[in-house]
Each structure stands twice: as C-alpha cells, then as structure tokens.
C-alpha cells in the first residue's frame, strides 16, 4: 500500500532491504561465539573448582586465547582485503 502511494522510496532496493556482505562477519561470529562460551564459563566456573586463584586464571586464561584468536582471525582477514585491493589497483597484466 505505501508503494503504491510513495513509489518506491529506496531505488535498486525492489527486492527488499539488502546489505553487501562484509569480510569482516566470520569475525563477528567468532566474536559472539567467544562471548556466549565466555558467559557460560563464567557461570559454571564456580562449579569446576572453588579455588579463586584457580577460577581467575581459568577466565584469564580463556579470555587471553579468546582475545588471541580475534585478533589472528582479523589480521587475517585484513590481510586478504587489502591483498584483493591492490590486485584491483595493479590490474590484470
């Protein structure tokens, strides 16, 4: 009913709202899988060992890798980008 009274408000967008695929949404997944499990971990930590000493390096410890593995995945992932960028630039030869 609105396009028929507006037109179509957002041109090239017929087929519904659509958003370019980013290089980066691997990263965002293994983002809020890491802070899901992080979450988890923290809940049942307590339940894993009673020494505090214990479950701070447990948190610590899975944070570090958390934190390791976004960092390595988004090098990664930038480094593929900008490697595509400037084969854009260079051209074919």
Do not use: Y
């Amino acid at each position: 009913m609105a396009d028929e009274k507006f037109g179509n408000i957002l041109p090239g967008c017929d087929k519904g709202f659509m958003i370019t695929p980013s290089p980066f949404n691997a990263v965002k997944l293994d983002v809020g899988v890491i802070l899901v499990v992080g979450f988890l971990l923290l809940l049942v930590q307590g339940h894993i060992t009673t020494d505090i000493t214990l479950q701070f390096l447990l948190l610590l410890g899975f944070g570090s890798g958390g934190m390791g593995w976004i960092v390595l995945r988004t090098r990664r992932v930038m480094a593929r980008v900008l490697a595509s960028r400037k084969h854009a630039q260079d051209g074919p030869h």
